[in-house]
């Protein structure tokens, strides 16, 4: 894809003591038209493995084959071997890059996000092949809004709860913000014990004085 | 070529040069004038269904058009049976959709033989989206495709221009689909009878063909449900009128 048609807006995810949690809002936008209002853009690899992207969906749909593919691909050899976190994320760099270098990318950038071995993961790759693996990851808008947020109120060895947080801060700044922000928003807490998932709705903020007085705006002379 | 496919979608760029202007146009400010003569053929369309208790409404309008000026056809059906139980409406480029349409209906009667059995909607859906994922650089087509089948009932997806899928309770495209967020917004329940659910899509699709250029004509409806399929035609003098101003 070159110009994207069904997009998706930014992903959030941080490690947290033991865990990770990872998260994005629950709609896509079909050009400017806030199309589709209620859809799930977690997807499931593995029990302890999870993706998210921002930017085009079908091109996000296709990887996510793509990648499961893999996975099977792995179970049929039945030889004990498994893929681990690291593994999909160098397969998906170098997907990237060589989609890229035919200038033909799937037009997104990936998050993965898991835990093994009381380990939490993370994993960025953009459409370029650029890939990160870093203790948070922040793509679309979420990036340059986010990121001072993110390093002020989170660190890495955080409580699950300062997590969520801090997360949930940084996607209340995109609703207010960012033209395609949607107050719905996913999480998915990713511990070594389990997974779980919440939705929830954050809330604009409505009480900015500016409200009132351009409200009441009398025309200057 | 791979130079065109980077422009992304502009390699629908200009329609070739007119051949003749008459003298008296000439030299005018006028560029409608000739062409849409050139243009290609769009379904410039509304499209819509909905889900209800029970069954899916499906519908459209009838007009084809060329460069938003000419209506080519105004007696067209969008709404194509591509097997017993399932439909699908077709909206953008004309030829795109009609050539995408027979290659599903071909694929899902083929899968059904094999299967021994009617399709899912979802298998329609997929066949779909596999066309209009693989080759999105040269299509301009987007479709929504409903019907009813025996493990899922009644359902809805939307197949958008790059081949995304998404299942929905209703949902409206081409076009006139613009015009009618608002109305469809309000107005929408979930879990309607069939009546209030063809009284939502009647009037959705005729306010939308009141205001967008390239939709018009009558509208064409399809219910299908357990027991069948039931199509209606509403002639343009029988739709329903709102407020004119």
């Not at chain 1, 069904?6 to 990770?20: D, H, N, P, W």
């Not at chain 1, 511990?191 to 919440?198: K, L």
């Not at chain 2, 969008?78 to 699908?88: E, L, R």
């Amino acid at each position: 894809t070159t110009s994207p048609i069904v997009t998706g807006g930014s992903v959030v995810a941080v490690k947290f003591r033991g865990g990770v949690v990872l998260a994005c809002d629950t709609m896509l936008s079909y050009g400017g038209t806030l199309k589709f209002k209620d859809v799930c853009r977690i997807e499931q690899l593995e029990p302890d493995l999870f993706v998210a992207a921002s930017g085009e969906y079908s091109d996000f749909m296709e990887v996510v084959r793509v990648l499961r593919n893999k996975s099977r691909e792995s179970f049929l050899h039945a030889d004990g071997v498994t893929l681990s976190h690291r593994d999909y994320g160098n397969f998906l760099r170098n997907l990237q890059y060589s989609k890229r270098n035919k200038f033909d990318p799937y037009y997104d950038t990936f998050v993965l996000a898991g835990v093994r071995g009381g380990q939490p993961f993370i994993s960025t790759v953009d459409m370029y092949g650029d890939q990160f693996e870093q203790d948070s990851a922040l793509t679309g808008l979420g990036k340059y809004f986010g990121t001072p947020l993110i390093n002020n109120q989170w660190n890495p060895d955080c409580s699950e709860e300062q997590a969520i947080q801090a997360v949930g801060e940084v996607f209340k700044m995109l609703y207010l913000r960012d033209c395609k922000g949607h107050d719905q928003v996913d999480f998915l807490i990713l511990r070594e014990a389990g997974v779980e998932r919440r939705r929830a709705r954050v809330n604009g903020e409505w009480n900015h004085d500016m409200f009132r007085t351009h409200a009441n705006e009398k025309r200057k002379r | 070529s791979r130079l065109l496919q980077l422009r992304g979608r502009s390699r629908r760029a200009a329609p070739p040069p007119e051949r003749a202007t008459c003298a008296a146009t000439r030299g005018t400010m006028d560029r409608s004038h000739g062409e849409w003569r050139s243009a290609e053929v769009s379904t410039g369309t509304t499209i819509i269904a909905v889900r209800y208790n029970g069954g899916v409404v499906i519908g459209s309008d009838s007009r084809a058009s060329m460069g938003g000026t000419y209506v080519s056809s105004r007696v067209i059906n969008k709404v194509v049976q591509v097997s017993d139980k399932i439909f699908c409406c077709m909206s953008g480029s004309l030829a795109d959709a009609q050539a995408v349409t027979n290659a599903v209906i071909h694929q899902l009667n083929f899968h059904s033989m094999q299967m021994g059995e009617l399709p899912l909607v979802l298998s329609a859906a997929s066949v779909m989206r596999d066309f209009c994922y693989k080759y999105r650089d040269e299509l301009s087509a987007g479709f929504i495709v409903a019907g009813w089948d025996c493990k899922k009932g009644p359902q809805v997806f939307q197949v958008s221009l790059g081949g995304t899928v998404l299942e929905q309770e209703f949902t409206i495209g081409g076009s006139g689909g613009t015009y009618i967020y608002g109305y469809a917004d309000a107005k929408f329940r979930s879990g309607m009878t069939r009546e209030q659910c063809l009284t939502f899509t009647t009037n959705a699709l005729s306010l939308a063909m009141d205001r967008d250029n390239v939709s018009g004509g009558v509208i064409h409806l399809a219910i299908v449900t357990e027991a069948g399929v039931e199509r209606q035609l509403i002639p343009g003098n029988k739709l329903p009128v709102f407020h004119r101003i």
